[in-house]
């Protein structure tokens, strides 16, 4: 029998973690336990005490200049596999689950025994100005839109996926898999390019990743810049690892537009900001 454990980091962010949590308490499937990891922030143990009735376990990472986003993944499935998962579903706070999702990310992954695999529900996308009373449902459901560049299955259908596309906002895999993937790399800290580079580690672990028609999740809003020019020096410096291991740029649209903007340069295959921005989680 599978004993799932759900995963979240976070940083700030507190009502979006605490509508998170209403959610979690309703799912049909419940986790195991739900793994909170706080990157520096003590204040998250005041929002997870208003569910005090959810199984929960607190990871407290120390603060640091820049976000361990890779780092606090791991431990987030470290601690998981020690409370006895053998399943980790990573959803990011932003994200509500759908009440099945937990349910439809084991029944997955049950189909996919046998492989190494990592796979990524449907995440819609809500509005600007939704009213408390809004977070149902059925409102989510009406207001959601869906990413113009993922696959979208039928209900219950896998299809695989290109594993550069590999985006943390809500995935599922084994312990096993996690183990054999080697887990995110850690020399990755700030914002972008530990993502992708989970997926080329997964790839070349002999696994693949897979698009899910269901595990819905609901993406909450929160202002954000396009390209990310307050993360541009942590993009360059991640950008630049993941070509030295890779062979290849990641977040090639982000690159391209904030050299157009004269955020970023490049010397040689390096790249460089020229226009420093800052390491505030957006």
Do not use: K
């Amino acid at each position: 029998m599978t004993a799932a454990a759900l995963i979240t980091i976070v940083s700030g962010r507190h009502t979006h973690l605490r509508r998170q949590r209403d959610w979690v308490a309703a799912q049909s499937e419940p986790p195991i336990t739900h793994v909170v990891v706080s990157m520096g922030d003590p204040g998250i143990r005041e929002v997870l005490e208003r569910r005090a009735e959810l199984p929960t376990e607190l990871v407290e990472l120390p603060p640091t200049a820049e976000l361990p986003l890779a780092a606090a993944r791991n431990a987030g499935v470290a601690r998981a596999e020690q409370l006895g998962a053998d399943t980790v579903v990573l959803l990011d706070v932003d994200c509500l689950p759908h009440r099945d999702l937990m349910a439809n990310y084991t029944r997955a992954l049950v189909q996919l025994a046998g492989r190494r695999a990592v796979v990524s529900g449907r995440v819609q996308y809500l509005p600007e100005g939704m009213a408390e009373a809004d977070y149902t449902a059925d409102g989510v459901a009406r207001m959601g839109r869906d990413h113009a560049a993922r696959v979208l299955p039928g209900p219950g259908e896998l299809v695989e996926a290109d594993p550069r596309m590999l985006w943390s906002l809500s995935i599922a895999t084994t312990v096993g898999t996690w183990h054999a993937a080697g887990g995110f790399d850690e020399r990755y800290v700030g914002y972008g390019g530990e993502d992708t580079d989970f997926g080329q580690r997964l790839a070349r672990a002999g696994g693949s990743l897979w698009w899910l028609g269901g595990a819905g999740a609901y993406h909450q809003y929160h202002p954000t810049q396009s390209p990310p020019v307050q993360h541009a020096a942590a993009i360059a410096r991640n950008a630049n690892l993941f070509r030295r291991t890779w062979g290849f740029d990641p977040m090639e649209g982000w690159l391209r537009e904030l050299h157009v903007r004269g955020v970023l340069t490049r010397t040689g295959e390096d790249w460089h900001v020229l226009e420093q921005g800052s390491t505030d989680d957006a």
